[in-house]
């Protein structure tokens, strides 16, 4: 533990920002699930889920969560899958 007090706020707000991050990555995996699920048990109506799963990357990307090049790489492999399941 830090004995320096700007240390030790440092310590604190890291990981209040750790858990914020964590809960968004947690969002876009499971929006991914739910849309592979989805392909998987009914994929006409798949371009709901696609869109929701889209708009939890594109939050992830925008607050820094994971890198915009990795947020466009998800998203066309999830538009690949849902055009080759239709």
Known sequence: MPNI???????KVSEKK?????????K???AIKKFESE????P???GAQYSVTTSAIDKAAVKGVIH???ANRKK???AKRLANAQ
Not at 5 to 11: I, P, T
Not at 18 to 26: G, M, S, Y
Not at 39 to 42: D, L, S, T, W
């Open 44 to 46: 006409a109506n798949a």
């Open 28 to 30: 876009v995996k499971t």
């Open 5 to 11: 007090e700007s240390a030790k706020k440092r310590v």
């Open 39 to 42: 392909v998987a048990e009914n």
């Open 18 to 26: 750790n858990l914020q991050n964590r809960i968004v990555k947690t």
């Open 76 to 78: 066309a492999r999830l």
């Open 68 to 70: 915009k090049n990795a």
